[in-house]
């Protein structure tokens, strides 16, 4: 058995109570990757006690102190970039290339959010007084339980810890079951840079047991949830009991209009990376391409091409473009969708089975998906598939796409290809997504902008950005009276 990887809980590596473990194995050749402690609701409570522990002394630490530790934790993710990314690709599998990109945006959060601690800006107004000074400051919550899916296993759990620490909040962090070794990775550097016990505090387990736990437990008070529609609602109905600060991040259904005047070379190269880019299992992956019907055929026909000479693989091979699903389940339900498709109308055009031809069969492949002339009210045009699969929907205008982006219950992200400037701003104006791109995939996010869905892909919070800060932090308002008597404003304004 390998070594068996613990929790962190007030800065020590301990076991679950509960004496259990579970296995992470490759989803590329099935092949064991590492065996974790299996926690429940009592490392919870350690954790949370921990971690409300160390809130009383670092939300008094000062903000670019914070910083500097978090240049440090940035500084240990570039050295180790290339060995968290092959790690990251034998747990879930996406190829070695997104690995890094991951690594990457951890890096790149990181270091945002280091600058952020000698930012933090807050105002200052005027008084309707004299000798008065007024301002608004922000002040972190205490401790906030971080939830996290599986397929970006550094990414995501750097935008929530970064910007929750950097206001001065401890953190109880929760992983996905099938990514744990990246998290571990991830807080074990915190530690090596100096964060102090406490402030991070990883729970690794099931999220019937420690999701849950973190979610109800009395002494946290907001919860940034990244995951699956039916999971985050959940999360938030129970979270809205117990009145606590809920962010949810959930499904996409993204879209990519293709117009008759597009660069279709480009439109082709955006539509594969963004379809098909980990496995189709990014929340802002391209699940739908609304094509004009003067381009489709010739669009579909470049796409089957491409799609047909597509390699799969283990994702540690360089050449490899396609790697494995992250688990059987997510094959078999991805497969499903396959049929569902069929039995509606809609024609495959390339794909369409599960891959096992010699090593593949050791693993979870799909083959890459082009389902074309599909209707716009289809299942397979309105449910988040999460795997390699997009559905060509024909259109006849700008405004029928637009309305098909528009119809769906998500609002994550969406792309035109056009050449004609006045499309572009119609499509910036008309489509209710939290991201657009124009001229590129829907795939591909700085750090530094908003970051979320509209609809049913969130609750309105922004993850990135500066932004991220107002969901980590209270607002205080401060009236600092030097007049040095009861002035008459004060007698008269009720509040
Ligand atoms: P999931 O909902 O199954 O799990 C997400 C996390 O929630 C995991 O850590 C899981 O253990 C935990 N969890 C499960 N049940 C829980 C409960 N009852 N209480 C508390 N926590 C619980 O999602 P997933 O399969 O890991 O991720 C895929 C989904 O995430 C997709 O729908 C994808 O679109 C979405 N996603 C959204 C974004 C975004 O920013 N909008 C980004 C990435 C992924």
Not at 239 to 260: C, Y
């Amino acid at each position: 058995m390998s070594d068996l990887f613990k929790n962190y809980i007030g800065g020590k590596w301990v076991e679950s109570v509960s004496g259990q473990t579970f296995d992470r194995k490759n989803p590329a050749t099935g092949e064991l990757v590492a065996t974790y402690t299996k926690s429940n609701p009592a490392d919870v409570d350690a954790a949370v006690s921990a971690a409300k522990e160390a809130f009383k002394s670092w939300r008094l630490y000062p903000a670019p102190k914070r910083g500097e530790i978090l240049y440090k934790v940035a500084n240990l993710l570039v050295e180790r970039k290339e060995e968290f990314a092959r790690e990251m690709t034998e747990e879930m599998g996406k190829v070695i290339s997104e690995a890094r990109g991951d690594v990457q945006e951890a890096i790149d959060m990181t270091f945002y959010m280091a600058g952020e601690g000698r930012r933090m800006y807050g105002q200052t107004t005027p008084s309707e007084l004299q000798n008065k000074f007024n301002m608004s400051v922000r002040k972190p919550l205490g401790v906030a339980g971080i939830i996290t899916p599986w397929n970006f296993p550094m990414a995501i759990p750097s935008w929530k810890i970064m910007p929750a620490i950097i206001s001065g909040n401890t953190v109880v962090f929760k992983p996905a079951s099938f990514t744990p070794r990246t998290a571990i990775r991830f807080v074990q550097d915190s530690e090596e840079a100096g964060l102090p016990a406490g402030v991070v505090n990883l729970v690794m387990g099931g999220g019937a047991d420690v999701g849950n736990a973190i979610v109800e437990h009395p002494d946290v008070p907001l919860i940034s949830f990244t995951g699956s529609n039916d999971t985050g609602i959940d999360v938030a109905t129970r979270g809205a009991r117990l009145n606590k600060r809920i962010s949810l991040e959930l499904g996409g259904k993204n879209a990519v209009i293709v117009m008759d005047d597009a660069n279709l070379d480009l439109a082709t190269d955006g539509i594969l990376w963004s379809a098909f880019g980990t496995s189709g299992q990014r929340c802002t992956a391209a699940s739908r391409v609304v094509a004009h019907t003067s381009v489709q055929k010739e669009l579909v026909d470049r796409l089957v091409a491409r799609a047909d000479t597509m390699r799969m693989g283990d994702g540690l091979d360089e050449s490899v473009d396609i790697g494995p699903v992250v688990s059987a389940n997510q094959l078999k339900s991805i497969n499903d969708y396959i049929a569902i498709g069929r039995n509606e109308g809609a024609r495959v055009a390339v794909g369409g089975g599960i891959a096992s031809d010699g090593n593949l069969g050791r693993g979870h492949f799909h083959q890459p998906t082009i389902f074309d002339d599909v209707k716009a009210g289809m299942r397979v045009a309105q449910e988040e598939i999460f795997g390699p699969v997009t559905s060509v929907i024909p259109v006849e205008s700008l405004d029928e796409a637009i309305d098909v982006v528009n119809g769906v219950k998500y609002g994550l992200s969406a792309s035109i290809f056009t050449a004609d400037v006045n499309r572009a701003f119609r499509a910036m104006q008309d489509i209710f997504t939290g991201i657009l791109y124009v001229n590129a995939g829907t795939t591909g996010a700085e750090i530094h902008l908003p970051f979320g869905g509209t609809k049913g892909t969130g609750n309105g919070h922004r993850e990135a950005g500066t932004v991220a800060m107002d969901f980590f932090t209270e607002w205080q308002s401060i009236y600092v009276d030097y007049s040095g008597k009861l002035q008459r404003a004060q007698i008269d304004n009720q509040e």
